[in-house]
């Protein structure tokens, strides 16, 4: 079914000027889902799922946060944070005037997701988590994203020299997640560090004590055999949340090669959210 694309893009006050963030919109109506990306990797990550779910009939956006894809990147660390992230969700549901939506992300975009649930739980319909970086993960984020953010502070030609090189190949010649993967190489090494260092020294995300109060429904994926995005970090936040809905991926590549069976599910739990009648929901400070 063919679906509706539209780009967008609306101001965010991040605290030292109006920054510029994109998004697109999929499909149209009145049930929301929104759809955040990992870290680095451009909003793009999302398409094939946006239209899948736009393509039943809701209304899907994904957005570029701040520091990623086609959204401003400043060089200042102080503008990034997992809640600044949550803030620029919400500011994207005001610009959009929709009271509510399905929030879901991926890594990076799971953990804002939480974030937005545990600050302004009467926006969040539903949430669709993979791969959230909790207690389980924080040593390999740390080896994996420390030694970037340094090579980015101290050796920019390393960043900048491969955004040289990627950035000339025109993304229509090459397979989807190729094209991905050389859009997340098109990064700036000032705007790389400052991200990376606002992320990576505060709140990576809610406690598990505020976990435990956020009470909308959760499709929940996790997979093993990823040291960054543990196993055991997906399942303790199933438990964590009341209610939730815990689905077993074969692996990381699974929603990315072969995404029928995911995708159906995040369908039909989208779908569940909206079909339930809508109350207000509060989570403990």
Same mark, same amino acid.
Not at 8 to 15: C, I, L, Y
């Given at each position: 079914?063919?679906?509706?694309?539209?780009?967008?893009?609306?101001?965010?006050? =991040?605290?030292?000027?109006?920054?510029? +963030?994109? @998004?697109?919109?999929?499909?149209? !109506?009145?049930?929301? $889902?929104? *759809? %955040?990306?990992?870290?680095?990797?451009?909003?793009?990550?999302?398409?094939?799922?946006?239209?899948?779910?736009?393509?039943?009939?809701?209304?899907?956006?994904?957005?570029?946060?701040?520091?990623?894809?086609? =959204?401003?990147?400043?060089?200042?660390? +102080?503008? @990034?944070?997992?809640?600044?992230? !949550?803030?620029?969700? $919400?500011? *994207? %549901?005001?610009?959009?005037?929709?009271?509510?939506?399905?929030?879901?992300?991926?890594?990076?975009?799971?953990?804002?997701?939480?974030?937005?649930?545990?600050?302004?739980?009467?926006?969040?319909?539903?949430?669709?988590?993979?791969?959230?970086?909790?207690?389980?993960?924080?040593?390999?984020?740390?080896?994996?994203?420390?030694?970037?953010?340094?090579?980015?502070?101290?050796?920019?030609?390393?960043?900048?020299?491969?955004?040289?090189?990627?950035?000339?190949?025109?993304?229509?010649?090459?397979?989807?997640?190729?094209?991905?993967?050389?859009?997340?190489?098109?990064?700036?090494?000032?705007?790389?560090?400052?991200?990376?260092?606002?992320?990576?020294?505060?709140?990576?995300?809610?406690?598990?004590?505020?976990?435990?109060?956020?009470?909308?429904?959760?499709?929940?994926?996790?997979?093993?055999?990823?040291?960054?995005?543990?196993?055991?970090?997906?399942?303790?936040?199933?438990?964590?949340?009341?209610?939730?809905?815990?689905?077993?991926?074969?692996?990381?590549?699974?929603?990315?090669?072969?995404?029928?069976?995911?995708?159906?599910?995040?369908?039909?739990?989208?779908?569940?959210?909206?079909?339930?009648?809508?109350?207000?929901?509060?989570?403990?400070?």
């Amino acid at each position: 079914m063919l679906v509706s694309e539209r780009v967008g893009q609306f101001f965010f006050d =991040s605290g030292s000027g109006k920054e510029r +963030l994109e @998004y697109t919109e999929y499909g149209a !109506g009145r049930h929301w $889902v929104v *759809l %955040l990306h990992g870290q680095l990797i451009p909003r793009r990550m999302h398409q094939p799922l946006a239209r899948a779910l736009a393509g039943e009939g809701l209304h899907v956006v994904t957005l570029d946060l701040l520091g990623h894809g086609r =959204s401003d990147r400043p060089a200042d660390p +102080l503008v @990034y944070s997992m809640s600044a992230f !949550g803030d620029q969700v $919400v500011a *994207l %549901l005001d610009h959009l005037r929709a009271d509510q939506a399905v929030i879901g992300g991926t890594s990076l975009g799971a953990n804002v997701s939480l974030e937005v649930a545990a600050a302004s739980p009467d926006r969040v319909r539903g949430l669709i988590i993979e791969m959230p970086v909790l207690d389980n993960a924080l040593d390999a984020a740390i080896v994996a994203f420390v030694p970037l953010m340094f090579a980015a502070r101290y050796a920019p030609i390393t960043v900048n020299g491969v955004r040289m090189l990627t950035r000339p190949v025109p993304r229509g010649l090459v397979p989807f997640w190729a094209g991905i993967w050389l859009d997340t190489m098109d990064q700036r090494a000032d705007s790389v560090a400052a991200m990376l260092h606002g992320t990576i020294f505060g709140r990576v995300a809610p406690s598990s004590r505020q976990r435990r109060q956020i009470t909308a429904p959760a499709m929940i994926v996790g997979h093993t055999a990823d040291p960054i995005h543990p196993f055991a970090d997906s399942r303790m936040l199933a438990d964590e949340l009341p209610g939730s809905e815990f689905v077993r991926a074969s692996s990381i590549l699974e929603w990315r090669f072969r995404p029928d069976r995911l995708n159906q599910k995040a369908i039909e739990f989208s779908q569940r959210c909206w079909e339930t009648p809508g109350r207000g929901r509060r989570t403990a400070t």
